[in-house]
């Protein structure tokens, strides 16, 4: 009896022992899995993108006397939430959207030096010298730029270290092919998993009322329902044959986004601005920021930063593609525009699919970082941020004020996202919205008939508001405005 009780236990332990050594197998290889999703996702749904709500304006401030005018005269003036008051117009558009007062306008104002010079010293300054011994200083590291007619001095870094549209630069005369938008190509990133889901509500809106834009959309399916819709729009509907759908291949799709710019027949495209399928794009501002530049001579690369200014992302340890530890800026993946001059020279890097993709592996970073990647750090040019690009990764029904809409260049939606508390529909707030977030969530056609009231759908819309709801629909989500 006592032989047969422990010759048992040493079989016992065996079966014990195969068992446990299967389920420790099983556990460590969904934990790799679990912890390889975890990384993608970071990678890929824009995790990686610092939109702090404490990223308050940072304005660099330049003594007048242009002797100090060193870089231990520029301080940072950062501004906290409290004490705070908000202010109208322009001001407002700064980082993140944040509320600043009447003290970051003058801190601003007070960035430029404005000595006096005069149109025949022009040549003298472009030569960084001046005629008056008492002001004279090295401008190397200056730039001048015109102003209302008015020759200002500004510090280069400071140019790159304000948002576009407080740089203080003049926009260029547009001819009336430029000004409807001919010039520009939108292209849509899109799969055929969100053909339905995402892409009707840009047909309706925005999309119906590009202009002379080029408008390509690149997917990676067929849908004769979504192609007769692009046919009837004039959009260019692309299926990206070698991309996959997925996070994983949006390198593949970013660099056939690339290619298409390259043919011959759209060599007259200056500028390709590339767009998500959940962004809604104002044409208007957006041609307005562009005139700033010279596509065909200038290297330009717009967007909004994914990271604080003061805090550049880094070429990642052991990437093959810039030096490691090189710091950068990359703007978010949601929308950003290229001139031709930077297509030039981004082609021997992420000319094609094939290329872009072995770009982001030599990188190890998703496709819009792998681009701000290339740019800053091995081109080593500058993205010009825009703070009127507003991605999902915000908390747009409080990051967007309503009474600026109209200025915006781009703004997007997300739903179900528990990064912002019990935020369920993160939507824009439109002043007069004649939808209830119920029935437009994206709040896409809402902001269409803010900007194109004339719109017969909007007119039929806005008599049957006025009819059943007393002229407007009742909205909670705007009240913090």
Same mark, same amino acid.
């Given at each position: 009896?006592?032989?047969?009780?422990w010759?048992?236990?040493?079989?016992?332990?065996?079966?014990?022992?195969?068992?446990?050594?299967?389920?420790?197998?099983?556990?460590?290889?969904?934990?790799?899995?679990?912890?390889?999703?975890?990384?993608?996702?970071?990678?890929?749904?824009g995790?990686?993108?610092?939109?702090?709500?404490?990223?308050?304006?940072? #304005?660099?401030?330049?003594?007048?006397?242009?002797?100090?005018?060193?870089? @231990?005269?520029? &301080?940072? +003036?950062? %501004? =906290? !939430?409290?004490?705070?008051?908000?202010?109208?117009?322009?001001?407002?558009?700064?980082?993140?959207?944040?509320?600043?007062?009447?003290?970051?306008?003058?801190?601003?104002?007070?960035?430029?030096?404005?000595?006096?010079v005069?149109?025949s010293?022009?040549?003298?300054?472009?030569?960084?010298?001046?005629?008056?011994?008492?002001?004279?200083?090295?401008?190397?590291?200056?730039?001048?730029?015109?102003?209302?007619?008015?020759?200002?001095? #500004?510090?280069?870094?400071?140019?790159?270290?304000?948002?576009?549209?407080? @740089?203080?630069? &003049?926009? +260029?005369? %547009? =001819? !009336?092919?430029?000004?409807?938008?001919?010039?520009?190509?939108?292209?849509?990133?899109?799969?055929?998993?969100?053909?339905?889901?995402?892409?009707?509500?840009?047909?309706?809106?925005?999309l119906?009322?590009?202009?002379?834009?080029?408008?390509?959309?690149?997917?990676?399916?067929?849908?004769?329902?979504?192609?007769?819709?692009?046919?009837?729009?004039?959009?260019?509907?692309?299926?990206?044959?070698?991309?996959?759908?997925?996070?994983?291949q949006?390198?593949?799709?970013?660099?056939?986004?690339?290619?298409?710019?390259?043919?011959?027949?759209?060599?007259?495209?200056?500028?390709?601005?590339?767009?998500?399928?959940?962004?809604y794009?104002?044409?208007?501002?957006?041609?307005?920021?562009?005139?700033?530049?010279?596509?065909?001579?200038?290297?330009?690369?717009?967007?909004?930063?994914?990271?604080?200014?003061?805090?550049?992302?880094?070429?990642?340890?052991?990437?093959?593609?810039?030096?490691?530890?090189?710091?950068?800026?990359?703007?978010?993946?949601?929308?950003?525009?290229?001139?031709?001059?930077?297509?030039?020279?981004l082609?021997?890097?992420?000319?094609?699919?094939?290329?872009?993709?072995?770009?982001?592996?030599?990188?190890?970073?998703?496709?819009?970082?792998?681009?701000?990647?290339?740019?800053?750090?091995?081109?080593?040019?500058?993205?010009?941020?825009?703070?009127?690009?507003?991605?999902?990764?915000?908390?747009?029904?409080?990051?967007?004020?309503?009474?600026?809409?109209?200025?915006?260049?781009?703004?997007?939606?997300?739903?179900?996202?528990?990064?912002?508390?019990?935020?369920?529909?993160?939507?824009?707030?439109?002043?007069?919205?004649?939808?209830?977030?119920?029935?437009?969530?994206?709040?896409?056609?809402?902001?269409?008939c803010?900007?194109?009231?004339?719109?017969?759908?909007?007119?039929?819309?806005?008599?049957?508001?006025?009819?059943?709801?007393?002229?407007?629909?009742?909205?909670?989500?705007?009240?913090?405005?």
């Open positions: 009896h006592l032989w047969r009780t010759g048992l236990i040493p079989f016992i332990m065996a079966r014990i022992s195969y068992r446990l050594a299967v389920a420790l197998v099983l556990l460590i290889f969904c934990a790799a899995v679990l912890i390889q999703y975890a990384f993608l996702m970071r990678l890929h749904t995790s990686i993108i610092e939109h702090r709500r404490d990223n308050w304006l940072k #304005v660099p401030v330049i003594t007048a006397n242009p002797t100090e005018a060193t870089s @231990s005269s520029i &301080t940072s +003036r950062g %501004l =906290s !939430s409290r004490a705070q008051t908000p202010i109208s117009g322009f001001v407002r558009l700064v980082e993140d959207n944040a509320r600043t007062t009447d003290t970051a306008a003058e801190s601003h104002k007070a960035a430029t030096i404005e000595p006096q005069s149109y010293e022009k040549e003298a300054v472009k030569e960084g010298t001046t005629r008056d011994s008492t002001t004279r200083m090295d401008l190397k590291n200056f730039e001048v730029v015109w102003v209302n007619n008015e020759p200002k001095i #500004v510090r280069k870094d400071l140019l790159a270290n304000v948002a576009l549209e407080k @740089s203080g630069l &003049t926009p +260029r005369p %547009l =001819s !009336s092919f430029e000004a409807a938008g001919g010039n520009i190509m939108f292209t849509i990133r899109t799969t055929h998993t969100y053909h339905h889901k995402r892409l009707p509500v840009l047909f309706q809106t925005w119906s009322s590009v202009g002379h834009s080029k408008v390509v959309l690149v997917t990676d399916g067929s849908d004769s329902i979504i192609e007769n819709r692009t046919q009837e729009l004039g959009i260019e509907y692309v299926i990206a044959e070698a991309c996959k759908s997925g996070h994983s949006l390198c593949c799709k970013a660099g056939e986004e690339l290619r298409i710019a390259f043919r011959e027949e759209k060599h007259h495209i200056d500028w390709l601005c590339h767009v998500d399928d959940d962004m794009i104002l044409q208007r501002p957006l041609v307005s920021l562009l005139a700033y530049f010279h596509p065909r001579t200038e290297p330009v690369y717009i967007g909004r930063a994914g990271t604080a200014w003061d805090a550049p992302y880094k070429v990642r340890r052991g990437a093959s593609l810039g030096t490691p530890g090189t710091s950068f800026h990359f703007a978010v993946g949601g929308m950003y525009c290229l001139s031709r001059a930077m297509l030039t020279r082609q021997p890097y992420l000319g094609n699919g094939e290329v872009f993709t072995d770009s982001c592996l030599k990188a190890l970073e998703p496709e819009d970082v792998t681009l701000g990647l290339v740019i800053g750090a091995v081109l080593n040019l500058t993205l010009r941020r825009t703070n009127l690009i507003h991605t999902h990764g915000l908390h747009l029904s409080t990051q967007v004020d309503p009474q600026t809409l109209e200025r915006q260049v781009a703004v997007s939606y997300g739903f179900g996202s528990t990064q912002w508390g019990n935020v369920q529909y993160n939507a824009i707030c439109v002043p007069g919205s004649l939808y209830a977030v119920i029935e437009d969530e994206t709040q896409f056609k809402s902001l269409h803010l900007l194109y009231p004339e719109t017969d759908w909007c007119v039929k819309r806005k008599a049957w508001v006025e009819a059943h709801m007393g002229g407007r629909i009742r909205s909670d989500r705007c009240t913090g405005w």
